[in-house]
């Protein structure tokens, strides 16, 4: 991006921090990580430090409009997040100026982070108003919110506690998308849990389930939540998904809390930055169960499967039936998937590619039909994998998890990813290997994802704990060099292999010297905050 080219401008209309950690001044840093432009509009004004606060004073709603009015001439929002308000009638002017901007731009969205208290204490400023106001007119309107445990119950009018049963965020998430928000994340930071920090995140219609990292071993906290809220409206800004915006703000807070630092005696404030990389990829579950590598794995991000041995010369090829199978195995292919769509004459296939796998001690993935595959004979010398696309894995139940696991320490696990979070999701459930697609436009399904292009599949490998494989539209040696270079553990090549034999035998010298070459060019990641390209 070039300092002629506008960024994307967000609102923040929210409350001021004498003591410069939470609020706008946590906002600020947030969007500038984000590489967006923040404009922060004062709603409150507050008298606080790292102890406490000590008293707020809400604008009058005739100031509160003057911004927005001035704003909303020249600067127009790509995305509107909202935290302190502190008065009841302020919300109501904050809820007309997003429905006045909504019939010019009806999908404009709006991040609600429902501030009611100071996580370190002091003067109250929220009461049964504006709770009201809240309920009758923020969350109809809003695309997310980011409210806390003790926040969440609080708007849906219990007792606030952040000690209540960890089981029942899925509920309270379901009540508040009733009351109208679109999706919603139950953050964990300020749950007594020790090690893990647990967020609810019900990002209807892609993803939901709990997000999972480790905690970050510091007692400077101060604006994590405001960090959150306004990387997740920057996310929204730049064109992600909710479902993607979550997990990319969830990365952002993990790196701020990592650069967190001492100011006055109570909790430092967090110090998002673009000049560090982004935290590590949180951990994300399937349904209401935690993610597998936290309840089977140890804690680490080591694979939850058999490990995945990237083949030598970084190509993995996908056929559609035994007979090609065994022609790309014959002619060296050392990783192979069978992608066999009808299970009529599947077993059939099955058997005879992994026939010919075994003779050639090449590794053998089974798509589609997994169960099948793990109850075969045991074939001296195959080496055995699974790969399920993300449909296949959301369509398991309990039980049907449960063969799978079992299988884990002779099955090297496969799935598939086309957004962060499902990256996320893959790398919850302790994946041997990742797929990233597609990468190129590919005309093999028909899909609704963008191509990730050579910067995502770069983005992928940075982050992903487990080797990354490029997956989509690869059908040239130029195609191999370029993606080979984004530092994949391996390049799928359906179409580009060739239909015969005697194609594959001649195309695959070309290819692995375009893979070798590829390789070479691979640069190491970046030690700066950089984010993927939106893929919805």
């Not at 929220?126 to 445990?149: G, K, S, V």
Request: charged share 15%.
């Amino acid at each position: 991006m070039t300092d002629t080219s506008p960024l994307p401008v967000i609102w923040s209309i929210a409350g001021h921090d004498s003591g410069g950690g939470a609020g706008l001044s946590a906002d600020q840093r947030a969007a500038d990580a984000m590489g967006v432009h923040l404009c922060p509009v004062v709603a409150s004004v507050t008298a606080q430090n790292s102890t406490g606060v000590q008293a707020v004073y809400p604008l009058s709603p005739s100031q509160l409009d003057a911004q927005l009015k001035a704003l909303a001439q020249d600067m127009p929002p790509a995305a509107i997040k909202t935290g302190l308000l502190g008065d009841a009638v302020l919300i109501e002017v904050v809820a007309g100026w997003v429905r006045q901007l909504r019939e010019r731009t009806p999908d404009l969205p709006l991040v609600v982070d429902p501030v009611l208290g100071a996580s370190a204490g002091g003067a109250a400023f929220c009461n049964d108003e504006i709770l009201w106001a809240y309920r009758r007119h923020l969350l109809p309107l809003a695309t997310l919110i980011t409210p806390n445990r003790a926040e969440a119950c609080r708007l849906l009018g219990r007792p606030g506690r952040h000690d209540g049963p960890q089981h029942d965020q899925p509920d309270l998430a379901l009540r508040l998308r009733e009351l109208g928000a679109r999706n919603v994340v139950i953050t964990g930071g300020d749950a007594p849990s020790p090690d893990w920090a647990l967020d609810w995140m019900d990002a209807a219609p892609h993803a939901h389930g709990w997000l999972c990292n480790r905690r970050v071993a510091t007692r400077h906290h101060h604006g994590s939540g405001c960090t959150f809220a306004a990387a997740a409206t920057s996310a929204l800004a730049l064109g992600h998904v909710c479902a993607d915006a979550i997990v990319l703000a969830k990365m952002v807070t993990t790196q701020a809390l990592q650069r967190a630092h001492v100011a006055g005696e109570g909790p430092g404030p967090v110090m998002a930055s673009s000049g560090q990389a982004l935290g590590p990829l949180p951990w994300l579950g399937i349904g209401r169960a935690l993610p597998w590598q936290l309840t089977h794995g140890d804690g680490t991000d080591t694979p939850l499967f058999k490990p995945f041995e990237p083949p030598a010369d970084g190509l993995y090829g996908i056929l559609p039936d035994s007979e090609r199978l065994s022609a790309a195995a014959d002619a060296g292919l050392q990783c192979l998937q069978l992608r066999h769509k009808t299970l009529e004459g599947a077993a059939a296939h099955m058997s005879a590619s992994a026939h010919a796998c075994a003779q050639h001690g090449a590794l053998l993935f089974i798509n589609d039909h997994w169960q099948q595959a793990l109850s075969m004979p045991v074939q001296p010398g195959l080496r055995l994998g699974i790969h399920l696309g993300q449909e296949d894995l959301l369509a398991l139940d309990e039980s049907g998890c449960q063969p799978l696991l079992n299988a884990r320490e002779r099955v090297v696990l496969g799935l598939s990813s086309h957004s962060p979070w499902e990256l996320a999701r893959a790398a919850g459930c302790g994946a041997s290997l990742i797929a990233c697609g597609p990468v190129l436009p590919t005309s093999t399904k028909d899909m609704p994802w963008v191509p990730q292009g050579a910067d995502n599949l770069q983005w992928w490998v940075a982050h992903s704990p487990a080797p990354v494989v490029a997956i989509g539209g690869l059908l040239t040696p130029q195609d191999v060099a370029r993606f080979a270079a984004s530092g994949a553990a391996a390049l799928c090549l359906v179409r580009g292999l060739g239909d015969s034999a005697e194609a594959m035998r001649a195309t695959l010298p070309v290819l692995r010297q375009a893979a070798s070459k590829g390789r070479i060019r691979v640069s190491p990641p970046s030690d700066r905050l950089q984010l993927p390209h939106p893929v919805l």
